[in-house]
């Protein structure tokens, strides 16, 4: 009997107990990461992820092969250099119809 007492005071045990513990954590960590699906799209060869679209802290991650990129939103509105490409039309039953801008001044000027 005397040696239960000596065993219920030993502090070697709390500790083996403390390391089944963080086992179970580290396992369920494991598990957790394993399941996560952006580990899954990354896998893929082109992948774009966008996390707050529209908002003024939007960021986009473009992987391309092994490459990938990360663009952030700096609040402000794009611009950039262009020319009016054409002219988009809504009509009646809701299509949408693009008309070219070269188009409709060669039609405007072969009109007489």
């Known amino acids: 009997m005397k040696f239960l ?3 219920a005071d030993d502090p070697i045990l709390s500790v083996v107990n403390l390391i089944d513990v963080f086992l179970v954590v580290i396992a369920a ?6 399941k996560n699906p952006i580990l899954k799209m990354m896998q893929a060869d082109n992948v774009t992820i966008v996390t707050d679209a529209g908002q003024a802290n939007m960021e986009m991650l473009v992987k391309q092969g092994e490459k990938i990129e990360r663009f952030r939103a700096n609040g402000q509105s794009g611009q950039g250099e262009g020319t009016k490409a054409g002219v988009a039309w809504r009509m009646k ?3 949408v119809v693009y008309v070219p801008e ?5 039609a405007t000027a072969s009109k007489p």
């Open 102 to 106: 070269a188009a409709t001044t060669k």
């Open 5 to 7: 007492d000596d065993e």
């Open 29 to 34: 960590l494991l598990i957790t990461v394993a």
């Open 93 to 95: 039953d809701g299509s």
